[in-house]
């Protein structure tokens, strides 16, 4: 089982990010993706969820309207489209198979001028 994000980098504020999270191991279309943020010393935040489907997404407050998840099953690869980028969005993002100890290793992402 495996997940690889990818997409990170520095962008400057107002700027736009692609995540992306391709899995193989497992299959992929039976389940939700999560992703999740962990910034410098704070907790791990919830991010955004998608259905396996694709046909409900969630996100939290602080990104709902800016971030957009979606997902791919022929690719085997979910991703987050993320625009007008903050500071506070600095943090290395992850994916997570939903209900699954599941994870990748994350990918750094930061907003700075």
């Known amino acids: 089982v495996q997940l690889v994000e990818s997409g990170g980098g520095l962008v400057q504020p107002g700027g736009s990010l692609r995540l992306a999270c391709a899995a193989s191991g497992f299959t992929f279309s039976r389940y939700g993706v999560n992703w999740y943020r962990r910034a410098p010393g704070r907790e791990r935040e919830w991010v955004a969820r998608?259905?396996?489907?694709?046909?409900?997404?969630n996100y939290a407050d602080s990104v709902k309207g800016r971030f957009t998840i979606s997902r791919d099953n022929a690719k085997n690869t979910a991703y987050l489209q993320m625009n007008s980028l903050k500071s506070d969005d600095t943090a290395v993002y992850y994916c997570?198979?939903?209900?699954?100890?599941?994870w990748g290793q994350g990918t750094q992402v930061t907003v700075s001028s």
């Open positions: 997570n198979a939903h209900l699954t100890n599941y």
């Open positions: 998608i259905s396996t489907y694709g046909g409900t997404t």
